[in-house]
């Protein structure tokens, strides 16, 4: 069985553009606007079920948050949906470095 992965936050932008991963970010549209991951595409956890066919399979996909709550939860639904490189950021966005 696929397992959902976590990428610590102080790794995230390395892995992210060595594997060239989707980042999908879970927030509302309102914080995404607020600032978000480079290429990030931004698809709400709750319209995540009616999109999920914009995130694609044949890459490694990274989701994201604020804290790292409904990542987890969207990382799950992308395993139940045969996506099987997912990983997520542990602590989300407030938890990555500064830069």
């Known amino acids: 069985m696929v397992q959902v992965q976590t990428l ?9 553009q060595e594997q060239k991963a989707f980042v999908l970010d879970v927030r509302t549209m309102d914080e995404f606007r607020g600032g978000h991951l480079e290429k990030a595409v931004n698809i709400p956890l709750d319209a995540l ?13 990274v989701v994201y ?3 790292g709550i409904r990542s ?17 950021i542990e602590g989300g966005l407030d938890a990555m470095p500064r830069v």
């Open 8 to 16: 610590k936050s102080t790794e995230a932008l390395a892995f992210i």
């Open 49 to 61: 079920p009616y999109k999920v066919e914009d995130v694609p399979k044949e890459r490694p996909v």
């Open 65 to 67: 948050c604020l804290h």
């Open 72 to 88: 987890g939860k969207a990382a799950h639904f992308l395993i139940g949906k045969g996506y099987s490189t997912v990983y997520h």
